[in-house]
């Protein structure tokens, strides 16, 4: 199946970077976002994102413009009823997902494939309000979405063999690297790596290390490129919290409880960098 037109639905932190992604590998991309305010936001974040790209020799001038000019912004859903193939990445909560893709269903061609960009949620349930549980898949790309090579395509129960090839070769075509996962809690990465953020944020918890030397440890020890509290900051806490949570709801298993810590760093909004404060303080410059 040819993908000639692409929708996000959501131009947030993830949703905007894979606008950022589409656009750059020549497709016209639209994106929704719920109010105007939200959208000159999303729009102006992938803007900075391109320059960025830009300054770093990463994309010249010219191949910035035109990825620019392929991104429409609007706040109708009804826009994305020429879309070929469409990806929600919307806050994780299933009752939102889920209306957007009830009404998905309504406004775009049966064709239309449609992708959520869930870390955690259980794709059955996602797909279920949608009229089309065969054309559904998961396409679970990672922050910074411009940067990072993964995408994990998810397979549903229902998820057909032609759909989960189209949903390969159209990440193949972002120039991103896709592995397979099963419909299943935390899929392949998170359910690897929130186990041992929590863990981290344990060791600190427990005054068993400082969060400098935490950090410093899995750097320069393991050659992670961040360490697991800064990177926790990165993700946001209250991603970290709500991932935690499933994944404890799920599989059941004491050792991925979220730690008291976390819980109630989130309850002081201490979200990470997307609040100004987590375990770090970006508010100092
Ligand atoms: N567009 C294109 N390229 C960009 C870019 C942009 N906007 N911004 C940065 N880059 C490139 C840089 O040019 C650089 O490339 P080279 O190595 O080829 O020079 C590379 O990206 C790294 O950039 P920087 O040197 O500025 O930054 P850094 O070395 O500090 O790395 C980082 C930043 C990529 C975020 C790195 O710290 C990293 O990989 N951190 C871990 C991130 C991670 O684990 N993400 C997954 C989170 S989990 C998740 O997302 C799943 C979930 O559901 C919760």
Redesign the pocket.
Known sequence: MEIKTVGVVGCGQMGGGIVEVIAKAGYPVITREINQELLDKGLAHIRK?MD??VQ?G?LSPEDRDAAWSRIYGTLDLADFAQADFVIEAIIERMDLKQAVFGDLSNICPPTTIFASNT?SLNLAEVAATSDRPDRFLGT?F???A???PLVEIVRALATSDKTLATGQAFVISLGKKPILAKDSPGFV??RL?IPYLIDAIRVFEHGLASRDDIDKGMKLGAGH??GPLE?CD??GLD?MLY?ADVLYEELGDAWLKAPPLLRRMVAAGYLGRKSGRGFYDYNKS
């Open positions: 994102s960025k790209a770093r990463k870390s679970h990672f922050n910074p411009p940067v990072m990465v998170n790596l490129p961040m990177l990165y993700i991603t991932v």
